[in-house]
């Protein structure tokens, strides 16, 4: 049974960082590419960044480049998202998600169909930016 766990969310002031966690259980992550998907109250769920299979090449929608990396640590089957200069604006719930087959992270634009191909889910993490 897949199952994803975020960690790392948390209250945070204007220009802060905070670095998430996607720790996955039941699953070789190093075989799936990896998306962290953000959703605000009363918005639609956007894709954020996303790191493909074997290649690990990274994608960011275009508010986060710059300030958010992505990275995977294959050995602990667990995927971050670095948020630095953190803008009220990013303030959502944030989830990671698995995709087995890789469709969902073979360009940037793959982020912008809101995450249809990944097949797991984690619960999500809140990140709140304020001051």
């Known amino acids: 049974q897949v199952q994803l766990v975020e960690s790392g969310g948390g209250l945070v002031q204007p220009g802060g960082s905070l670095r998430l966690s996607c720790a996955a259980s039941g699953v070789n992550f190093e075989h799936y590419a990896i998306g962290w998907f953000r959703q605000a109250p009363g918005k639609e769920r956007e894709g954020v960044s996303c790191?493909?299979?074997?290649?690990?090449?990274?994608y960011y929608e275009d508010s986060v480049k710059g300030r958010f990396t992505i990275s995977r640590d294959n050995g602990k089957n667990t995927v971050y998202l670095q948020m630095n200069s953190l803008k009220p604006e990013d303030t959502a719930v944030y989830s990671c998600?698995?995709?087995?087959w890789g469709l969902g992270c073979r360009t940037s634009d793959d982020l912008r169909r809101g995450g249809y191909e990944y097949d797991f889910w984690g619960q999500g993490t809140q990140v709140t930016v304020s001051s």
């Open positions: 998600a698995a995709d087995p």
């Open positions: 790191i493909s299979i074997k290649a690990g090449t990274t």
